[in-house]
């Protein structure tokens, strides 16, 4: 591409390759038959040179959406590779282990990755909020909070494995590029127009609520702290359940429409157990925050959006109680059952006090 001419924004249904910002090289796919007598074939995970070659070719889904979209950092995404028709997945276990390095593979199931941008600094985090994907980036694991990460095995030879925890010493660990396939495929061509209209949340409607930052939801469910006795409020991996799904309803508003404006005052209530989202000025069970919980009392949030008068679907936002801001904390919930970490109130901005409303009903 000439240094000239501006790179347009990536989307789904597209025929795109995944360069390591590092090495050059492009992620690529294989699927060889093990077994002819019982059909058992093995994927495997390359990093390669050639940009011709068809196993390089992936196309990018995002969650529950059939229509073409402009990728955004904070999406939850899905990579198909598109020869096999199998999925980019990790492998995990349940040793928590952040520098265990894991297997990544094709599968028939999809994982979902929040695209992330590369720097991690809060300073910088604001510019990257509502942009397209024309630059590098990070993939997140949403269900089991592996980064894709690529490793040189020798000289000649890179792969893909999946790993918790970065190295700090290592800037470039982990980021990747997008590039638009030379290769062209009549049948994505029915992809080419973008969906792009604006889509405006309103009060009383039933939604989910995911981290823009990690891809967790908001999840709430009948556990109680053996300590404060309330009902738990955790942020929660993939798949989706009933417990992600929350009723908005806005109050103390300035006006009488239908759509919740950026300086309303909102409640929360969770669906499935019937309580609102509140906080106490009590430690939460990390003590990194304060306690989030799920309570009989309705509380009043503040919700600030960015760049945008009206919250839409997709659009990143804070949750605020009492000047505090809603998060995801880096600790596990207390309950310790699945992929599920705490949710906590903290003074300070950051990166884990991003929103977004994935969908409405």
């Known amino acids: 591409?000439?240094?000239?001419?501006?790179?347009?924004?990536?989307k789904t249904f597209q025929l795109l390759q995944l360069q390591c910002q590092k090495t050059k090289k492009f992620l690529s796919g294989n699927v060889r038959q093990e077994s002819k007598l019982i059909g058992k074939s093995k994927s495997t995970l390359s990093l390669q040179m050639n940009a011709n070659d068809d196993s390089i070719n992936f196309i990018v889904e995002l969650q529950d959406e059939t229509e073409n979209e402009f990728l955004c950092y904070g999406d939850l995404i899905a990579i198909k590779h598109f020869k096999s028709q199998l999925y980019v997945n990790t492998s995990n276990d349940n040793k928590h282990d952040e520098l265990k390095e894991f297997e990544v593979y094709l599968n028939e199931e999809p994982e979902y990755f929040v695209i992330q941008p590369p720097e991690e600094e809060n300073f910088s985090l604001l510019k990257y909020v509502n942009q397209h994907i024309t630059h590098p980036f990070r993939l997140l694991s949403s269900d089991n909070r592996n980064y894709l990460i690529s490793q040189?095995?020798?000289?000649?030879?890179?792969?893909?494995?999946?790993?918790?925890?970065?190295?700090s010493k290592n800037q470039q660990e982990g980021i990747w590029n997008f590039v638009q396939s030379k290769s062209t495929n009549d049948n994505l061509k029915i992809f080419d127009r973008v969906h792009s209209a604006p889509i405006f949340?309103?009060?009383?409607?039933?939604?989910?609520?995911?981290?823009?930052?990690?891809?967790?939801?908001?999840?709430?469910?009948?556990?109680?702290?053996?300590?404060?006795?309330?009902?738990?409020?955790?942020?929660?991996?993939?798949?989706r359940d009933d417990n992600d799904y929350w009723s908005i309803v806005k109050q103390n508003?300035?006006?009488?429409?239908?759509?919740?404006?950026?300086?309303?005052?909102?409640?929360?209530?969770?669906?499935?157990t019937g309580k609102y989202l509140n906080g106490s000025d009590q430690d939460s069970f990390s003590k990194l925050g304060k306690l989030v919980l799920c309570s009989d009392n309705a509380a009043l949030l503040n919700t600030q959006a960015f760049d945008d008068f009206i919250l839409e679907v997709n659009k990143p936002f804070t949750i605020k109680f009492n000047n505090y801001f809603l998060a995801q904390s880096s600790s596990r919930a207390e309950s310790n059952t699945g992929i599920q970490q705490e949710c906590i109130y903290v003074k300070k901005q950051s990166q884990e006090c991003l929103w977004i409303i994935e969908k409405m009903i």
């Open 1 to 10: 591409m000439n240094q000239n001419q501006q790179q347009l924004p990536f």
């Open 152 to 167: 040189q095995k020798n000289d000649n030879v890179f792969y893909s494995i999946g790993r918790q925890k970065l190295i």
């Open 201 to 239: 949340i309103e009060t009383r409607r039933k939604i989910i609520i995911r981290n823009w930052w990690t891809g967790f939801t908001l999840h709430s469910h009948t556990f109680y702290s053996q300590q404060r006795k309330t009902q738990e409020v955790t942020c929660y991996s993939h798949p």
């Open 253 to 272: 508003s300035r006006n009488t429409s239908k759509f919740i404006s950026y300086d309303d005052q909102i409640f929360l209530q969770h669906i499935e």
